[in-house]
């Protein structure tokens, strides 16, 4: 089924997707599609159920009958559902890729990281079976103990964003199903293929029905109704911060349990004393990569007077190596997914400049020859001169990167923790006491020290502030999937 979806996605027709629900593949009661457009070429490659309030309330129903039989397995043998679907993925690592391309638009070699990571994280929540844990306390009581179990919240749903289709896909999947949950993934309606290319190798693999489902459609119907269903217990989503607060209204009602993975800015801080070419080279990395569309990225620059003006002439030069292009080349950079995400970009880079930010590198939306048809925007560095222009305060999430000179390690500490945001930051510095200074001062869930992005799947992917609640991956991640029962055991 995969080839067939790749080849209808990549030929000169669209692939009709339909939803999943109950282990069967249906249109359910949607009586519109949505058209996925490939970012790169502007081609309808697709279409998808704009999946109503019924197609949700029947794929909840779906996973709140399985969960019971499911929750009830060893979580052992649930692991080996898990560990069939990583095979899976890693034998059709190429085709998974090539889908991610045409309905995403990141390049090849970077889509193909991108599978790698689902396999990872499938696998890694597999290995997590053994290592779910409870506690036992003495009590004040004779003949008796306390008991802390872990257990299942029941019906899980998954609201994934159009970044990354498949890992986030697998990266909420796995954790939830071990825990023994059941799944409900709303794919984003940009990028649904992925998650439906997951579910179709999920029924091969034999799930049972009922404990994975897909439905498809915008947020506002499918996702609202998914959220606000009452058979829902534990919603996880990767989004925008503004997405991710409309999600915590709709649940307040029911007091929905919620774990959000929201927006970033982080801050990217390079000390004097710090190896500059290394920092050069992270900087590029960590913000290029998925054309800055990524909620790690290096959003914002603090750097130190004594090498700013080095350090962004090495920036300027390895950026400009960088080359824009169809995602199936050798291109490094992509299209944006949507021209009105290009858009946004554009509007802030060019707010910025009237605040008074200059261009050490003019790039800017791309729109003729090659790029007449797609959503590009060419790498663009600014040096501003303060922390209140446009790029400095809003999430760019695109290929920009604005910087500014600062004084001490206390400013730039200060300037970082200026934000609403508190996600991501990196610190490039050789000193100790900086570093452990850094650890205790910036106010943000994680921080990379004199290295590029990219979190572990045994860390903790968790943000601050306006970035969100819970977090993702490692022990910490998977026990957010589990809720905890206390019994008092007396044996008088």
């Known amino acids: 089924m995969l080839q067939h979806i790749l080849s209808e996605l990549t030929g000169t027709g669209a692939f009709r997707g339909q939803m999943f629900i109950d282990g069967r593949w249906t249109d359910g009661s949607a009586r519109d599609v949505f058209e996925v457009e490939n970012p790169a070429n502007e081609r309808i490659i697709g279409t998808i159920p704009q999946g109503t309030a019924e197609d949700a309330a029947e794929a909840l129903a779906a996973a709140r009958k399985a969960q019971p039989a499911w929750a009830a397995l060893p979580p052992y043998e649930r692991?080996?559902?898990?560990?069939?679907?990583?095979?899976?993925?890693?034998?059709?690592?190429?085709?998974?890729?090539?889908?991610?391309?045409?309905?995403?638009?990141?390049?090849?070699?970077?889509?193909?990281?991108?599978?790698?990571?689902?396999?990872?994280?499938?696998?890694?929540?597999?290995?997590?079976?053994?290592?779910?844990?409870?506690?036992?306390?003495?009590?004040?009581?004779?003949?008796?103990?306390?008991?802390?179990?872990?257990?299942?919240?029941?019906?899980?749903?998954?609201?994934?964003?159009?970044?990354?289709?498949?890992?986030?896909?697998?990266?909420?999947?796995?954790?939830?199903?071990?825990?023994?949950?059941?799944?409900?993934?709303?794919?984003?309606?940009?990028?649904?293929?992925?998650?439906?290319?997951?579910?179709?190798?999920?029924?091969?693999?034999?799930?049972?029905?009922?404990?994975?489902?897909?439905?498809?459609?915008?947020?506002?119907?499918?996702?609202?109704?998914?959220?606000?269903?009452?058979?829902?217990?534990?919603?996880?989503?990767?989004?925008?911060?503004?997405?991710?607060?409309?999600?915590?209204?709709?649940?307040?009602?029911?007091?929905?349990?919620?774990?959000?993975?929201?927006?970033?800015?982080?801050?990217?801080?390079?000390?004097?004393?710090?190896?500059?070419?290394?920092?050069?080279?992270?900087?590029?990395?960590?913000?290029?990569?998925?054309?800055?569309?990524?909620?790690?990225c290096n959003e914002r620059m603090y750097l130190h007077e004594k090498i700013a003006e080095e350090f962004l002439d090495k920036l300027v030069a390895r950026t400009q190596r960088l080359r824009v292009g169809d995602p199936l080349s050798n291109a490094d950079i992509g299209p944006k997914i949507s021209a009105p995400?290009?858009?946004?970009?554009?509007?802030?880079?060019?707010?910025?400049?009237?605040?008074?930010?200059?261009?050490?590198?003019?790039?800017?939306?791309?729109?003729?020859?090659?790029?007449?048809?797609?959503?590009?925007?060419?790498?663009?560095?600014?040096k501003v001169r303060d922390n209140s222009v446009p790029a400095m305060r809003q999430e760019i999430f695109g290929p920009v990167i604005p910087a500014m000179t600062v004084g001490s390690f206390e400013e730039a500490l200060a300037l970082a923790n200026d934000s609403e945001y508190g996600l991501s930051a990196y610190v490039y510095s050789q000193n100790f006491k900086r570093l452990m200074r850094s650890a205790e001062a910036l106010a943000f869930g994680e921080i990379y020290v004199n290295r590029s992005s990219g979190e572990l799947v045994q860390g903790f992917h968790t943000g601050w502030g306006q970035s969100g609640l819970g977090g993702e991956d490692g022990k910490y991640g998977l026990d957010g999937y589990f809720r905890k029962k206390t019994m008092y055991v007396n044996w008088s």
């Not at 997590?128 to 749903?157: L, M, Q």
């Not at 994975?212 to 119907?221: E, H, I, K, P």
């Not at 707010?351 to 790039?363: M, V």
């Open 341 to 382: 995400e290009r858009d946004k970009v554009d509007a802030i880079v060019r707010e910025s400049i009237a605040a008074g930010a200059e261009i050490r590198l003019q790039g800017g939306a791309l729109r003729d020859g090659h790029y007449a048809k797609g959503h590009w925007y060419a790498p663009t560095i600014l």
């Open 79 to 296: 692991a080996k559902f898990l560990v069939a679907l990583a095979d899976a993925v890693r034998a059709n690592d190429g085709v998974l890729a090539r889908i991610v391309v045409a309905e995403q638009g990141k390049p090849l070699n970077q889509a193909m990281g991108e599978i790698g990571a689902t396999e990872t994280f499938l696998r890694y929540a597999a290995e997590s079976a053994r290592r779910i844990e409870g506690d036992i306390f003495p009590s004040d009581v004779p003949n008796e103990e306390v008991w802390i179990r872990r257990v299942p919240h029941g019906v899980v749903v998954g609201l994934t964003a159009w970044n990354f289709p498949a890992a986030l896909a697998a990266r909420k999947l796995g954790p939830a199903l071990v825990a023994g949950n059941t799944f409900v993934l709303k794919a984003h309606e940009f990028t649904p293929f992925s998650g439906i290319a997951l579910a179709a190798l999920a029924q091969a693999v034999g799930f049972p029905p009922g404990v994975f489902n897909v439905v498809t459609g915008a947020g506002r119907t499918a996702g609202e109704a998914l959220v606000t269903d009452p058979r829902s217990d534990l919603i996880t989503m990767t989004g925008s911060t503004r997405a991710g607060k409309e999600i915590y209204r709709a649940g307040a009602d029911q007091i929905k349990v919620l774990r959000l993975e929201l927006g970033g800015k982080a801050p990217f801080i390079v000390m004097e004393d710090a190896d500059i070419d290394a920092a050069a080279d992270s900087a590029v990395a960590a913000r290029f990569g998925n054309c800055g569309q990524i909620c790690t």
